[in-house]
């Protein structure tokens, strides 16, 4: 197992506190049925950067409070975020990457987010995926690009 090092921890800090800031600002389309949380384009990180693991889920955690979905939201939510990040950090190209936070948080937040809102699980489960498929695969993209340039230039 790799040792955890400070700048490990700084790394999952510095990214936990981007995901944070940027959901809350974003306040009302963070959260509900037709969500485009901007901050999910972070959980591609973790292809290049294993503190992002950490980073993204602590991130979620602290951003589902203030979800009117309440500690299902905050628990749950924060769980799938993390299996995404783990799955996303396995894969091998980005197209593969994009997948698990598509497709787990399509079908498993639209369980409690459909039953909140009184809405078709399925139109919610649709709406979500489309979502993250455009956050994920168009800013996650830039995410990615802007990341390895950081890291070539700062030595991250």
Known sequence: MKRIDTKYIVKA????????????????????????????SLVVLPMVEPAAIWGVFIGCLLANIGSPFGLL?????????????????????FYKGILPPI???????????SYFTKMPY??????????????????????????????DKYSL
């Open 13 to 40: 800090g510095a990214i936990a506190a981007i995901y944070f800031v940027v959901t809350i600002l974003l306040g009302s389309v963070s959260y509900g049925p037709i969500q485009f949380r901007i901050s999910e």
């Open 103 to 113: 497709i787990l948080n399509a079908l498993i937040v639209s369980i409690w987010v």
């Open 73 to 93: 939201d905050i628990l749950g939510g924060s769980l799938v975020t993390l299996l995404a990040a783990y799955l996303t950090s396995k894969t091998k190209t």
């Open 122 to 151: 399925y139109l919610v489960a649709l709406y979500i995926a489309l979502s993250e498929a455009i956050v994920t695969g168009v800013f996650g993209y830039v995410v990615i690009a802007v990341y390895k340039r950081l890291k």
